[in-house]
């Protein structure tokens, strides 16, 4: 029987749009090094690290620069500061460090990914927030916020196929994957939405862009690993 074409069937196409969403793991491909906690990996798994981080931050800094609400880590951070009085830098840095130590139970282990997020990702934030548009219209700052979070999934995809360990939050999101076996995309907009209204009760000032984050971050992470998976496997087209 032939398979329907797609764009025939409205109900094959809803079902295959929205299959992203049920994805569970991080696929292995070209770039996937073997041992996550390697000292030399393979070279194709470092360039495909560096590419990912470098679009991760890029995405990042569009979020900032759209000005209409700061990640729900930056919410939590904030009410953390507001609670304790300690400045936002310091309350960054003790989350940052209360996520690895959730690693334990969770059996996630680091590698140099873990290292390059951190250090990557702020020299594309230091580099790219000086040219990056500022706009003064709230569609287009909208627009912005939206890509961002695009990009930054996106970026996440690569970075987190390339198998060198990942940043503290997407080990956290991929942690609790593994041991709760719900899809991705449902496991990371939990966490993302539960950090928001922690901070949020602690004092944090949430906005539309945060809101943005919160509820797509999760499915553009899984939208970019099932995309690429399905790029990378695809098989070569039969013969009519």
């Not at 032939?2 to 025939?8: E, V």
């Not at 936002?88 to 390059?116: D, E, K, N």
């Not at 020299?123 to 930054?152: C, E, M, R």
């Amino acid at each position: 029987m032939q398979k329907p074409i797609f764009g025939a069937d409205p109900e094959v196409d809803m079902a295959f749009s929205l299959s992203f969403l049920k994805i569970k793991s991080v696929p292995i491909l070209f770039w996937s090094a073997k041992k996550t906690q390697s000292l030399r990996p393979p070279l194709v798994s470092l360039v495909f690290l560096v590419l990912g981080l470098t679009i991760f931050g890029l995405g990042e800094a569009l979020l900032i620069t759209a000005a209409v609400g700061v990640s729900p880590w930056t919410v939590f951070a904030q009410g953390l500061a507001n609670v304790t009085g300690i400045d936002i830098g310091l309350s960054t840095f003790i989350l940052s460090i209360s996520v690895l130590l959730c690693w334990i139970p969770l059996r996630q282990r680091p590698g140099i990914g873990t290292l390059a997020n951190a250090v990557i990702i702020a020299l594309v934030l230091g580099f790219a927030l000086p040219y990056l548009p500022h706009f003064d219209h709230l569609a287009l700052q909208l627009l912005q916020s939206i890509l961002g979070v695009i990009i930054t999934g996106f970026g996440g995809g690569i970075y987190l196929i390339a198998n060198l360990g990942p940043g503290p939050r997407d080990g956290l999101m991929t942690g609790l994957q593994r041991v709760t076996g719900r899809p991705m995309a449902l496991v990371r907009t939990s966490l993302e939405v539960m950090v928001i209204a922690i901070g949020w009760s602690l004092g944090g000032t949430v906005g539309i862009g945060t809101l943005f984050f919160a509820l797509g971050i999760g499915p553009s992470v899984a939208a970019s690993l099932f995309g690429l998976q399905k790029l990378c496997t695809s098989r070569k087209a039969e013969p009519i």
